[in-house]
């Protein structure tokens, strides 16, 4: 699914508006004793994985750290857009003239685009929670990124490739802009490195069958495979990689860590074990910091923490901070502006919100999935710290 179109704002918006224009200045005279934050995320639908985990770990963070803050009380809001991006801007502006929230928090790339000019012509500061297309922070001033960009892992991991021997690659991609961008960013560095990308095969977003792709891959006799999927589809593509016999065929798979999902590993078997990717989080990361998040998110959900859930948790940590550093004022340009250059320790690492770009800047760490007590995990191996998104770099 591409999110090439532009949004439309016709009517109903321009008379939303009016009232955006009222709540923004009812909100410039008194702070409100309740801080409402809507986050709207997909909780049905084939990407209910995702909004899940975002629904979890705001949860968990509320839970251990108190629905207070700067003596406001805190309400969180979660709506379901079921991956729709009209669905997401109508609800966005049910939360801002309805609910009269002061926070959004954003998911998927589809959805966060459409809800941008909502949160720009209301004055919303918005949290992109799960998003890795780096244009998304572009769309709004209001939009701060606690996530990822794909760029950040792709470019790393085209890197570790050819410094590893990797000279032909062939790349499988989710056909959405995600999947664009981590493949823009892979080819960049890998033929930069002396690589060659053989094909690039594009496969569909919805309902999947790797199978063909895969056996085109093989039949182009690479030795390395790059592929993205997004989070929720690693256990199905697993299952397909080893069908076809590429877990033992010696081609080489690597990908952001979206392929090696913290939330499918377990059920993969051995199809991705030795499989190396690039990624910002993994449950296995040594911290004594995120032990204890995982332990938390595992006794609260009864499954492992993923590189979704610290952006929800993140995204949580990064509101509450700004709101202490503002003394509760939830004025947008005020509540941004705290925001920017926060730093903190997180249980993926330290991380922080670049000043200039509104994007967060994170260590990447390359990883090799092993199995530890029967249970595949991602290993940890190579860190690349503080890495920035960077196609916003290089258009500097």
């Given at each position: 699914?591409?999110?090439?179109?532009?949004?439309?704002?016709?009517?109903?918006?321009?008379?939303?508006?009016?009232?955006?224009?009222?709540?923004?200045?009812?909100?410039?005279?008194?702070?409100?004793?309740?801080?409402?934050?809507?986050?709207?995320?997909p909780?049905?639908?084939v990407?209910?994985?995702?909004?899940r985990?975002?629904?979890?770990?705001?949860?968990?963070?509320?839970?251990?750290?108190?629905?207070?803050?700067?003596?406001?009380?805190?309400?969180?809001i979660?709506?379901d857009?079921?991956?729709?991006?009209?669905?997401?801007?109508?609800?966005?502006?049910?939360?801002?003239?309805?609910?009269?929230?002061?926070?959004?928090?954003?998911g998927?790339?589809?959805?966060?685009?459409?809800?941008?000019?909502?949160?720009?012509?209301?004055?919303v500061?918005?949290?992109?929670?799960?998003?890795?297309?780096?244009?998304?922070?572009?769309?709004?001033?209001?939009?701060?990124?606690?996530?990822?960009?794909?760029?950040?892992?792709?470019?790393?991991?085209?890197?570790?490739?050819?410094?590893?021997?990797?000279?032909?690659?062939?790349?499988?991609?989710?056909?959405?802009?995600?999947?664009?961008e981590?493949?823009?960013?892979?080819a960049?560095?890998?033929t930069?490195?002396?690589?060659?990308?053989?094909?690039?095969?594009?496969?569909?977003?919805?309902?999947?069958?790797?199978?063909?792709?895969?056996?085109?891959?093989?039949?182009?006799?690479?030795?390395?495979?790059?592929?993205?999927?997004?989070?929720?589809?690693?256990?199905?593509?697993?299952?397909?990689?080893?069908?076809?016999?590429?877990?033992?065929?010696?081609i080489?798979?690597?990908?952001?860590?979206?392929?090696?999902?913290d939330?499918?590993?377990?059920?993969?078997?051995?199809?991705?074990?030795?499989?190396?990717?690039?990624?910002?989080?993994?449950?296995?990361?040594?911290?004594?910091?995120?032990?204890?998040?995982?332990?938390?998110?595992?006794?609260?959900?009864g499954?492992r923490?993923?590189?979704?859930?610290?952006?929800?948790?993140?995204?949580?940590n990064?509101?509450?901070?700004?709101?202490?550093?503002?003394?509760?004022?939830?004025?947008?340009?005020?509540?941004?502006?705290?925001?920017?250059?926060?730093?903190?320790?997180?249980?993926?690492?330290?991380?922080?919100?670049?000043?200039?770009?509104?994007?967060?800047?994170?260590?990447?760490?390359?990883?090799?999935?092993?199995?530890?007590?029967g249970?595949?995990?991602?290993?940890?191996?190579?860190?690349?710290p503080?890495?920035?998104d960077?196609?916003?770099?290089a258009?500097?």
């Amino acid at each position: 699914m591409r999110v090439t179109r532009r949004v439309a704002v016709g009517l109903p918006f321009a008379i939303a508006g009016s009232y955006f224009a009222v709540g923004t200045a009812a909100a410039q005279t008194a702070t409100p004793e309740t801080i409402k934050i809507g986050i709207v995320i997909p909780m049905t639908g084939v990407q209910a994985a995702v909004g899940r985990e975002i629904s979890d770990a705001t949860k968990l963070y509320v839970t251990q750290h108190g629905d207070t803050v700067a003596g406001k009380k805190i309400e969180l809001i979660v709506k379901d857009d079921q991956s729709v991006p009209d669905t997401a801007k109508r609800l966005a502006q049910e939360l801002i003239v309805n609910d009269k929230v002061s926070f959004l928090g954003a998911g998927l790339t589809p959805s966060a685009m459409s809800m941008a000019p909502l949160a720009t012509e209301a004055k919303v500061p918005t949290v992109v929670m799960v998003s890795g297309t780096s244009i998304v922070t572009e769309r709004s001033p209001y939009y701060v990124r606690t996530s990822f960009t794909l760029g950040q892992q792709s470019g790393i991991i085209a890197d570790w490739a050819t410094k590893n021997g990797s000279k032909k690659a062939v790349m499988v991609l989710s056909d959405w802009a995600p999947g664009a961008e981590a493949g823009k960013v892979f080819a960049q560095n890998f033929t930069k490195g002396g690589g060659q990308i053989l094909d690039t095969l594009k496969v569909p977003l919805a309902n999947p069958d790797f199978s063909p792709f895969l056996q085109r891959a093989r039949d182009l006799q690479p030795d390395t495979l790059f592929v993205f999927v997004p989070a929720g589809q690693a256990g199905t593509f697993a299952r397909q990689f080893a069908e076809r016999g590429l877990d033992k065929s010696g081609i080489k798979l690597v990908g952001p860590g979206d392929i090696v999902d913290d939330d499918d590993l377990p059920s993969t078997g051995d199809a991705l074990i030795g499989v190396v990717t690039a990624g910002i989080y993994s449950a296995a990361h040594p911290s004594q910091l995120n032990k204890d998040y995982v332990a938390a998110y595992q006794k609260a959900t009864g499954h492992r923490a993923n590189f979704i859930s610290v952006g929800g948790y993140d995204g949580m940590n990064l509101i509450y901070e700004a709101l202490k550093k503002t003394g509760g004022n939830t004025d947008a340009d005020t509540v941004v502006g705290a925001m920017k250059g926060m730093k903190w320790e997180s249980p993926r690492g330290t991380i922080s919100i670049d000043p200039r770009t509104r994007d967060i800047v994170q260590n990447v760490y390359i990883r090799r999935v092993q199995k530890v007590d029967g249970a595949p995990w991602a290993i940890e191996f190579e860190t690349f710290p503080a890495v920035k998104d960077p196609l916003k770099e290089a258009a500097n």
